[in-house]
């Protein structure tokens, strides 16, 4: 008795098939009704086919021009050169970011083009997941960055992939602006507070040289010889005007000795700084891309969803299965 109730529960793939076999009208049935209805509710009257276009871009290796231009050695940075995994995560983030969302949105009226009435309860969430669901940022397995946008519209999906890549320039130059603007003032303010100093100084100088001091060494040298000489030969009044020259020279040789060294080492520091402007100059004013684009976004001619085929394949095999789980339900109940 055992046997025979082991071999009533045996259900192998041969049972299977000829199960099938045996229900096959009424699995035909549920299947083509399924492909009919999954054919009709998966067209355009029920569902708004959507179109994709893509921008492909690589992201340049430096965003700083007077690095790229004016570095030397190890700190140069090719401008022609294509960006790392480093520079491919931080364009996506600026992609990711609320500016550049909120930009697309205002500029292309979203809200309006998605239906989105002014007085909804969430308004900006149900924007905002729309707008997430229709754009898409990823690094591509050759560390590239591909945008893509769907859309209803065919020409506005590629109008704001396209603009998207745009927008990202803008974003990450104002970033790059901001912070290279007030380095820029920054630099300027000492340049300029060095060269006051510098002035100072050489007025003094000047000031100096009208009293006859103009290199201090070389001219102590100069006059304690002739002092020698004319003390040598007699002559007082040349040796007392001699001693004058001495004494001013005694009085103000310190002032010109440390005001010759301090000059020289402000005029150093000046050259040092005038690159530094210059380069900030550059970095706040230069106005360059942050990518490489491989492919600028097209309009579609042809949609990306929905993708009928694969719903009609999907709907009618699922019905098929189900149909068959559910026959064989109702079957195996009947025995018992």
Same mark, same amino acid.
């Given at each position: 008795m055992t046997d025979t109730v082991k071999s009533s529960n045996t259900f192998n793939s041969e049972d299977i098939i000829v199960f099938i076999f045996k229900k096959w009208k009424i699995l035909a049935i549920c299947s083509i009704l399924a492909a009919i209805l999954s054919a009709v509710f998966s067209g355009p009257a029920f569902i708004t086919p959507m179109y994709k276009s893509t921008v492909v871009f690589y992201p340049a290796a430096t965003s700083s021009i007077s690095k790229a231009l004016l570095a030397n050695g190890s700190n140069s940075r090719d401008v022609l050169a294509f960006g790392d995994e480093e520079e491919t995560e931080q364009l996506l983030q600026i992609l990711n970011s609320n500016s550049i969302r909120d930009q697309i949105i205002n500029e292309f009226d979203l809200q309006k083009h998605y239906e989105i009435a002014d007085d909804a309860k969430y308004l900006k969430t149900a924007l905002y997941r729309e707008y997430a669901s229709n754009f898409k940022f990823k690094r591509t397995e050759y560390m590239a960055i591909e945008v893509s946008v769907k859309d209803k519209d065919a020409q506005k999906a590629a109008?704001?992939?396209?603009?998207?890549?745009?927008?990202?320039?803008?974003?990450?130059?104002?970033?790059?602006?901001?912070?290279?603007?007030?380095? $820029? +003032?920054?630099?300027?303010? %000492?340049?300029? !507070? /060095?060269? =006051?100093?510098?002035?100072?100084?050489?007025?003094? #100088?000047?000031?100096?040289?009208?009293?006859?001091?103009?290199?201090?060494?070389?001219?102590?040298?100069?006059?304690?010889?002739?002092?020698?000489?004319?003390?040598?030969?007699?002559?007082?009044?040349?040796?007392?005007?001699?001693?004058?020259?001495?004494?001013? $020279? +005694?009085?103000?040789?310190? %002032?010109?000795? !440390? /005001?010759? =060294?301090?000059?020289?080492?402000?005029?150093?520091? #000046?050259?040092?700084?005038?690159?530094?402007?210059?380069?900030?100059?550059?970095?706040?004013?230069?106005?360059?891309?942050?990518?490489?684009?491989?492919?600028?976004?097209?309009?579609?001619?042809?949609?990306?969803?929905?993708?009928?085929?694969?719903?009609?394949? $999907?709907?009618?095999?699922?019905?098929?299965?189900?149909? /068959?789980?559910?026959?064989?339900?109702?079957?195996?109940?009947?025995?018992?």
């Open positions: 109008d704001m992939a396209n603009r998207v890549g745009e927008l990202l320039d803008q974003v990450k130059t104002d970033m790059y602006r901001e912070r290279a603007s007030k380095a $820029l +003032a920054i630099v300027e303010e %000492a340049y300029q !507070s /060095l060269e =006051e100093e510098i002035r100072i100084k050489e007025d003094s #100088l000047d000031f100096l040289r009208s009293k006859g001091v103009h290199d201090y060494a070389a001219q102590v040298e100069m006059i304690n010889q002739q002092l020698a000489i004319e003390l040598g030969a007699g002559n007082q009044s040349g040796a007392k005007r001699l001693q004058k020259e001495l004494d001013i $020279l +005694a009085k103000y040789g310190s %002032a010109h000795i !440390s /005001l010759t =060294e301090a000059l020289m080492h402000d005029l150093s520091l #000046l050259n040092g700084l005038k690159l530094q402007y210059t380069k900030a100059k550059i970095d706040a004013e230069a106005d360059m891309s942050h990518k490489f684009i491989v492919d600028n976004a097209y309009k579609a001619d042809k949609k990306a969803s929905p993708v009928r085929w694969l719903i009609v394949v $999907l709907s009618t095999a699922s019905v098929f299965f189900l149909t /068959l789980i559910f026959v064989f339900v109702i079957d195996r109940l009947k025995q018992q």
